[in-house]
């Protein structure tokens, strides 16, 4: 088999997806514009051959790129970057190379806002009120039907990025004087947390893997007023979030792919659909999955690919949370405190990338404990401020 893999030194944990599709005999192409040398040594001995292009964003670079692969090892049977970023330019490399996976033609009901409403709709699955608005009287019109405050978001984006909150008429008519022309799509505001529905399925569309998070607040605050962040994974997944989510993935048709859906679940327990996105979840997500269930996620992932079967057992013996801290706050306990106070509890922390930083910290802890209560804890003591 040969798989290419697109930007396969970014993010840094993704490593293990690289050494683990080696192990199971896949023939890893690595293709990205960083130097080869900069690759960590574990990464270059998982390639068969490294193509590097001047910029990942030149398009004719890629083709060229593909063009040399295939002539030298045959047809390309996958292509994968695992990276929101990436996600046009994978999908459509396989368009023009003819290989399995996301198309063109998948990515407007995928990148856009607006298409992942009408998915949501056509799952059966509850969304907020709303439209891509091009003028101030579309908006205002909206408003009169549901109220302020209105949520403005790129129609395409990622996270929370260029997402506001829009409280009466003078915000609304101020954002359409100051905003670039895009599409944006306002909805109402709904009230309620955040719950994730998180998976990997296989080559047939069953869902082999799935997880649930929930988030201390909404990405669009942690962005807008520079929040700490913290989230969790469930050790016991709602009966409903899955129901919704296979529903969703069904819809979607998806087949050999990570999967991140995200609800609110509003007061009364109702879920609302909020966005979708096909790939891992972000940061350092994949690796919660291990420490969560004491599995390896990422051989799983290469068991996927290469024959078709996830063989891990998932028993969720444990609560995996993130905690995010930023540069700008100060913490009453330093790293090594934290360390000290709990050993066995913190089972990773690094520097998150520059990237990632505005949405999730500047650093990041992995804690895990069978107790909820601990963690919650665990999470408080850490972001506790001097």
Not at 224 to 253: A, C, H, S, T
Not at 268 to 280: A, C, D, F, S
Request: neutral net charge; aromatic residues 14%.
């Amino acid at each position: 088999m040969n798989y290419v893999s697109f930007s396969p030194h970014f993010p840094s944990n993704y490593l293990p997806f690289c050494t683990n599709l080696k192990r199971m005999g896949v023939n890893l192409l690595g293709l990205a514009d960083a130097n080869y040398d900069d690759l960590r040594p574990e990464l270059k001995s998982s390639l068969t051959e490294y193509y590097r292009v001047s910029d990942a964003h030149r398009y004719d670079e890629l083709v060229r790129a593909l063009g040399y692969f295939t002539f030298r090892y045959g047809k390309i049977d996958r292509l994968e970057s695992h990276n929101e970023y990436w996600l046009e330019s994978d999908a459509r490399l396989r368009t023009d190379f003819n290989i399995p996976g996301l198309r063109n033609e998948d990515l407007a009901l995928i990148k856009r806002k607006s298409g992942m409403k009408r998915q949501f709709v056509k799952a059966g699955i509850p969304v907020a009120r709303g439209q891509v608005a091009r003028s101030l009287q579309e908006a205002c019109t909206l408003a009169d039907e549901v109220g302020y405050p209105l949520i403005a978001k790129p129609d395409v984006g990622v996270g929370a990025a260029r997402t506001y909150k829009i409280h009466n008429s003078s915000e609304l008519e101020r954002f359409f004087a100051e905003t670039p022309a895009v599409d944006t799509i306002f909805e109402e505001f709904v009230q309620g947390s955040i719950e994730t529905f998180d998976g990997l399925v296989d080559q047939d569309g069953r869902v082999v893997f799935y997880s649930s998070m929930v988030y201390s607040t909404g990405v669009m605050e942690i962005v807008n007023q520079g929040l700490d962040f913290w989230y969790y994974m469930l050790r016991e997944i709602p009966k409903d979030l899955v129901k919704v989510g296979e529903k969703l993935v069904k819809v979607y048709g998806l087949r050999e792919r990570f999967f991140h859906f995200e609800f609110f679940r509003t007061p009364q327990g109702k879920l609302i659909g909020l966005e979708v996105n096909m790939r891992p979840p972000g940061g350092l997500t994949t690796d919660m999955f291990n420490y969560a269930n004491d599995i390896d996620i990422y051989r799983e992932y290469a068991n996927i690919v290469v024959n078709n079967r996830f063989e891990a057992q998932v028993t969720r013996p444990y609560f995996c949370a993130y905690v995010g801290r930023k540069f700008i706050n100060r913490y009453r306990h330093d790293q090594a405190g934290v360390m000290a106070a709990f050993p066995g509890k913190v089972v990773h922390h690094e520097r998150i990338s520059g990237v990632f930083s505005a949405a999730i910290g500047d650093y990041g802890f992995l804690v895990r404990s069978p107790e909820r209560e601990e963690i919650m804890q665990i999470i408080t003591w850490i972001l506790e401020k001097e």
